[in-house]
Every structure is written in C-alpha cells, then in structure tokens.
C-alpha cells in the first residue's frame, strides 16, 4: 500500500500517513499541529495522480537511496583494513574489503525502489502503483514551480 510522508508544516517534522478517503486532517507527533489533506480513491489504489497536501499534479520519481548507509560501509571498509595493516595481513585482502563492499553497496542501490515526490510541497510517496508514469528530475520545472509557483497540471516539460 502507498505510504504517504508530509512534511508538517509547523515543525517541519515527518508524518507517516496510509491513504484514506475519511482521513481530512492529519496531525504532526512532534508538535500536534493539524494540517488537511485530499485523499481520493486513486491514493487508496496506491494511484498518484494529485498531492493530497497541495493539489497540484506534478511529480518527480527518485531512488529512494540511503546516503547514510553508504557512508557507514565506506567507515567500516576503512576500519576493516586499518586492523588488517596493523597485525601485517596481506594486501590483496585489504583491496577485497573495499571490492566487497562497493559490491554491496551497489546491490543494496540497485534493489532501491522508486519514490515519487510533489514538487510544489515535497510530500513524498512510497509503493506508488504508479511510478512507470512519473518521470524523474526536471530542473526546470522545480524552478518554475517553486520560484514563479508555475503549475504544469501533471504534463511534464519533454526535453
Ligand atoms: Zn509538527
Ligand atoms: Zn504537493
């Protein structure tokens, strides 16, 4: 099922919230503020086709990578083959620890699924049915939207 993250808009806090069509206020944990959402039968389908926060249409597709993760093998190869230069082990396992965890940090990326994101007011939507329609990225659009509040009613500039 689609799980939807809006960004409170108070506190700046994340709020986790499932679609449902009965659901018109959602509240931050952090701070208790209220804010409404506009949940239709498509986002019960896991079907984005408008933002529940602020309407609009537009939206960018992304990998849903962990930069923190990344980091974490990388400090852990790091002191991996620090111990081994220590106690004299040989090189070529020093080399294989970082070929070992690129390895996996490039299969953990690679089974990274797909989010899709509003560009308007950064809400971001998990498991969305839909995300073969929703293209990545686009620069210009994101300006012309968030600097002249440009809306594209979902038909996405084709470069
Ligand atoms: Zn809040
Ligand atoms: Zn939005």
Known sequence: ???VLFTCKNCGSAIHVYPSVDAHKIQCDVCQAEQEVKFDHNHEQSILKDCPSCERKDFYSQKDFNRKLGVMLF????VISTIMLYYGINPIWYLSTFIVLYALDFVLFRRLKQIA???KCQTIFKEVANIDEIPGFNHEMNDRIIYSDHNFHGKPLDH
């Open 1 to 3: 099922m689609m799980t």
């Open 75 to 78: 400090v852990a190869a790091a």
């Open 117 to 119: 994101i509003c560009y």
